[in-house]
């Protein structure tokens, strides 16, 4: 009895937006996902417009993407999948472009339902101006989001996120049915090394002084969207602990160099992700100082994962889905946002390690 051979399943197709940040971007996080998963993928990068651009550039730069994403629904055999909040040509949202991107959408979803294939929408991050629970008075970028949000997210198969707590808010929020939401939590990326595994790398305080605990913060660092980086430097400067270190990395961070002179808070900028891994690794805990209301409520950091992946323990400001991951498993603590201060006070504190 012949037993036939098992095919393989048709390669994802991931459309995202050109990537700035190589290891706390959109596509970088789902990328490491389907890596852990072994989940066979091609990536499908594409020009993401630039505001300062002249109209005509912008628009060529829209045309262009919609193209490719028309070509890969028409020749795809698996499924397709769009980043959100990345959608080519929509993003970033505004009025004249709300009636065509979601006419442009429409098509490709009618292609893709002849086919018989899966149009679906993965929600990896969402910006803090599509949220109108935290605008006091909503602006037109938030409005158009809801309207673009409320048709797109009822023309896709599936919506794929990284939490439950970010599903059931836009499921209430938007009146979507739940068997819509495919939850799928943010991966350890794969961190390997050249020869053996290398254990993590302990870095040196100056000669004939003890070792310092490093505490280290990746992600964006723009003041216009502080995600509690300020009141982490504050807490750190108020305690002044000689036994400790605090790093960060990422983009928009310049005017940490610029208004904290301190030699125990250092700005790395935004780094390779094998530089980035490399510092991580060398660090003792990963800090995540997120703000415990609005935004923050909903967010999955896919710092947490990161993290993880490094192998280094994570203390984050209770935010529900950082409560959720420790419950699982996670090494590391929760502290209030109020009190980060605490955890520079003394090392007897802090979580082991």
């Given at each position: 009895?012949t037993v036939?051979?098992r095919?393989?399943?048709p390669?994802t197709?991931?459309?995202?937006?050109?990537?700035?940040?190589?290891?706390d971007?959109?596509?970088?996080?789902r990328?490491h996902?389907l890596?852990?998963q072994?989940?066979?993928?091609r990536?499908?990068?594409l020009?993401?417009?630039?505001?300062?651009d002249s109209?005509?550039?912008r628009?060529?730069c829209?045309v262009?993407s919609?193209?490719?994403?028309?070509?890969e629904a028409?020749?795809v055999?698996g499924d397709?999948?769009?980043?959100y909040?990345?959608?080519?040509?929509f993003?970033?949202?505004?009025?004249?472009?709300?009636i065509?991107?979601?006419?442009?959408?429409?098509v490709?979803r009618?292609v893709?339902?002849?086919?018989?294939?899966?149009?679906v929408?993965d929600?990896?991050?969402i910006n803090r101006?599509q949220?109108?629970?935290?605008?006091?008075a909503?602006?037109?970028r938030?409005?158009?989001?809801?309207?673009?949000?409320?048709?797109?997210f009822?023309?896709?198969?599936?919506?794929?996120?990284p939490?439950c707590h970010l599903a059931?808010?836009?499921?209430?929020?938007l009146?979507?049915?739940?068997n819509l939401?495919?939850i799928r939590?943010?991966q350890?990326?794969?961190?390997?090394?050249?020869?053996?595994?290398?254990p993590?790398p302990?870095?040196?305080?100056?000669?004939?002084e003890p070792?310092?605990?490093?505490?280290?913060?990746v992600?964006?660092?723009?003041?216009?969207?502080?995600r509690?980086v300020s009141w982490l430097?504050?807490?750190?400067l108020?305690?002044d602990?000689?036994?400790a270190?605090l790093?960060l990395?990422g983009?928009a961070?310049?005017?940490i160099?610029?208004?904290?002179?301190?030699?125990?808070?250092?700005?790395?900028?935004?780094?390779?992700?094998?530089?980035?891994?490399?510092?991580?690794r060398s660090?003792?805990?990963?800090?995540?100082p997120y703000p415990?209301w609005?935004y923050y409520k909903?967010?999955l950091?896919?710092?947490?994962?990161?993290y993880?992946?490094?192998?280094?323990?994570v203390?984050?400001t209770?935010i529900?889905?950082a409560?959720?991951w420790?419950?699982?498993g996670?090494?590391g603590?929760i502290?209030?946002y109020?009190?980060?201060?605490?955890i520079f006070?003394?090392v007897?504190?802090l979580?082991s390690?």
């Open positions: 009895m036939p051979a095919t393989a399943p390669p197709v991931l459309i995202r937006g050109e990537l700035r940040d190589p290891v971007g959109c596509g970088a996080r990328h996902d890596e852990a072994s989940v066979p993928h990536i499908v990068i020009p993401v417009a630039d505001p300062a109209l005509a550039k628009m060529g829209h262009e919609i193209s490719q994403v028309i070509r028409l020749s055999d397709l999948i769009l980043y909040p990345e959608v080519p040509f993003f970033p949202p505004s009025v004249y472009k709300l065509p991107g979601l006419l442009i959408f429409w490709i009618c893709m339902s002849l086919r018989g294939r899966h149009m929408i929600i990896v991050d101006w949220f109108p629970s935290l605008n006091r909503l602006s037109s938030a409005r158009v989001s809801r309207i673009w949000e409320w048709c797109l009822r023309l896709v198969d599936r919506i794929r996120i939490g059931d808010w836009l499921r209430r929020d009146n979507l049915a739940p939401f495919d939590p943010h350890p990326p794969r961190i390997s090394f050249s020869g053996e595994d290398k993590r302990q870095t040196g305080s100056p000669a004939g070792h310092r605990v490093r505490f280290v913060y992600g964006g660092l723009d003041q216009g969207e502080d509690g430097i504050r807490c750190f108020r305690a602990p000689l036994w270190e790093i990395a983009q961070g310049e005017w160099t610029q208004q904290v002179a301190h030699p125990r808070v250092n700005y790395k900028g935004l780094l390779g992700e094998r530089e980035l891994i490399e510092l991580v660090c003792d805990y990963g800090i995540i415990e609005g909903t967010v950091p896919a710092k947490l994962s990161f993880e992946g490094c192998g280094i323990s203390i984050s209770r529900p889905e409560v959720d420790f419950a699982r996670g090494k603590g502290i209030p109020l009190e980060l201060s605490r006070r003394s007897s504190s979580p390690t």
